[in-house]
Antibody
Framework: QVQLLQSGAEVKKPGASVKVSCKAS????????IHWVRQAPGQGLEWLGI?????????SYAQRFQGRVTMAGVTSTTTVYMELTGLTSEDTALYYC???????????????WGQGTLVTVSS | SSELTQPPSVSVSPGQTARITCSGD??????ASWFQQKPGQAPVLIIY???ERPSGIPERFSGSTSGTTVTLTISGAQAEDEADYHC???????????FGGGTKLTVL
């Protein structure tokens, strides 16, 4: 079955960067998009962007995160990474990776989710 | 517009039907999904492409669409259905994912 295993919780100071990993298993890694979504405490879901593990590893980022977020992957280890720079207290949230649709067509469907990684930004 | 609007909360008595709406200008042209999220857990996909139900999701969950509104219906709500429900779709250009603000369903 599809599994997405994320790295552990992080505590960062304002201005720092964080890198979260997401190891995929149970399906053909290069055939499906990976999304990153975050959830601040007590809040709703917010999309950060999408990564295509196939070909050149193309990405599309939400406008409000462009310039601050980078998504990349390593096919040999079926792992995707999300790095967010210039952290502020407003970036404190649970960060999820989630499998997207078959990447043979452009589709923003999201299905299976990782367990989430708590990122806390505090001085 | 790229926004999806959900009611913050919905209440239903056990065994009754709960309906949660999600409104957005792009919904007539873009598919919507619904996710269920219980406290301390990751979201779970329960409806995709407006009306499709993934395998393993109980039949009491169904989706419908009319104009700029999609609706999640839970027929015969059970105590275990108490959770947050999030709708998801795409912006009008089909480039970005958008989520509704989430709806807390209380079964009491």
């Amino acid at each position: 079955q599809v599994q997405l295993l994320q790295s552990g919780a992080e505590v960062k100071k304002p201005g720092a960067s964080v890198k979260v990993s997401c190891k995929a298993s149970g399906y053909t890694f290069t055939n499906f998009y990976i999304h990153w979504v975050r959830q601040a405490p007590g809040q709703g879901l917010e999309w950060l962007g999408i990564f295509n593990p196939s070909g050149g590893g193309s990405t599309s980022y939400a406008q409000r995160f462009q310039g601050r977020v980078t998504m990349a992957g390593v096919t040999s280890t079926t792992t995707v990474y999300m790095e967010l720079t210039g952290l502020t207290s407003e970036d404190t949230a649970l960060y999820y990776c989630a499998r997207g649709a078959d990447n043979s067509v452009w589709d923003l469907l999201i299905d299976s989710w990782g367990q989430g990684t708590l990122v806390t930004v505090s001085s | 517009s790229s926004e999806l609007t959900q009611p913050p909360s919905v209440s239903v008595s056990p065994g009754q039907t709960a309906r949660i709406t999600c409104s957005g200008d792009a919904l007539p042209k873009k598919y919507a999904s619904w996710f269920q999220q219980k406290p301390g857990q990751a979201p779970v996909l329960i409806i995709y492409k407006d009306t499709e139900r993934p395998s393993g999701i109980p039949e009491r969950f169904s989706g419908s669409t009319s104009g700029t509104t999609v609706t999640l219906t839970i027929s015969g709500a059970q105590a275990e259905d108490e959770a947050d429900y999030h709708c998801q779709s795409a912006d009008s250009s089909g480039t970005y994912v958008v989520f509704g603000g989430g709806t807390k369903l209380t079964v009491l």
